[in-house]
């Protein structure tokens, strides 16, 4: 099992430029996460998807940020344009739904620097 | 969603037992407890959960008390790969959204 996978570890880029995160689900998950960290907000939901349907995006902070999940095993977070302040890392994690209680798992996250 | 409270950072010493705390003093009848911990420079990762009675894993024990309004998370035997954020979160069951507090920030003396 090779876990949640994130791609990439580290993304640099400059203000206003399109920047797309990825996010491989374990095989089986049916659930996928999307959250963000910083130092002042600390872990933040942004939106989450359940057998590919998105279920609640309402902590996506505005229209530059979107999300897709074209199947179950893959999903995209895309910032465009991007801006100083998305600097943070930003997890995902997956899960299954149909099993009560059973944990999320995160991806070890992709480090965004924007410039 | 109930809210826990936790302290914002506890100290212990290697190979000693720690005891991280939560209130939780509105959860509801359904609510279960789960934690989870964050080491340095990765993903959250699941510790344990429990509903009403005291629970052990491999990682930790969940003690909970009679009344539910709080719980403990025990590592027997701390050591120095335990230093992490551990966050204490309540989810009603069959539900999978973790909403994330500030947690306690744990340090491991050597």
């Given at each position: 099992?090779?876990?949640?996978?994130?791609?990439?570890?580290?993304?640099?880029?400059?203000?206003?430029?399109?920047?797309?995160?990825?996010?491989?689900?374990?095989?089986?998950?049916?659930?996928?996460?999307?959250?963000?960290?910083?130092?002042?907000?600390?872990?933040?939901?942004?939106?989450?998807?359940?057998?590919?349907?998105?279920?609640d995006d309402s902590g996506m902070p505005e229209d530059r940020f979107s999300a897709k999940m074209p199947n179950a095993s893959f999903s995209t977070l895309k910032?465009?344009?991007?801006?100083?302040?998305?600097?943070?890392?930003?997890?995902?994690?997956?899960?299954s739904s149909g099993r009560d209680n059973s944990p999320l798992h995160f991806g070890n996250g992709t480090r965004l620097t924007v410039t | 969603d109930a809210k826990?409270?936790?302290?914002?950072?506890?100290?212990?010493?290697?190979?000693?037992?720690?005891?991280?705390?939560?209130?939780?003093?509105?959860?509801?009848?359904?609510?279960?407890?789960?934690?989870?911990?964050?080491?340095?420079?990765?993903?959250?990762?699941?510790?344990?959960?429990?509903?009403?009675?005291?629970?052990?894993?491999?990682?930790?024990?969940?003690?909970?008390?009679?009344?539910?309004?709080?719980?403990?998370?025990?590592?027997?035997?701390?050591?120095?790969?335990?230093?992490?954020?551990?966050?204490?979160?309540?989810?009603?069951?069959?539900?999978?959204?973790?909403?994330?507090?500030?947690?306690?920030?744990?340090?491991?003396?050597?």
């Open positions: 099992d090779a876990g949640v996978i994130q791609s990439p570890r580290h993304e640099v880029t400059e203000m206003g430029q399109e920047v797309t995160l990825r996010c491989k689900p374990i095989s089986g998950h049916n659930s996928l996460f999307w959250y963000r960290q910083t130092m002042m907000r600390g872990l933040e939901l942004l939106i989450y998807f359940n057998n590919n349907v998105p279920i910032i465009q344009p991007s801006e100083p302040r998305d600097s943070a890392v930003y997890f995902c994690a997956t899960g | 826990t409270t936790q302290p914002n950072s506890m100290e212990s010493n290697e190979e000693e037992p720690v005891h991280l705390p939560c209130n939780h003093s509105t959860i509801s009848g359904t609510d279960y407890i789960h934690w989870y911990r964050q080491l340095p420079s990765q993903g959250p990762e699941y510790v344990i959960h429990g509903l009403t009675s005291n629970v052990n894993n491999r990682m930790a024990s969940l003690a909970i008390a009679e009344d539910r309004k709080s719980s403990t998370l025990i590592l027997h035997r701390a050591t120095l790969r335990d230093a992490a954020v551990y966050y204490c979160i309540l989810l009603i069951q069959g539900a999978q959204k973790l909403v994330f507090g500030q947690g306690t920030r744990l340090t491991i003396n050597p």
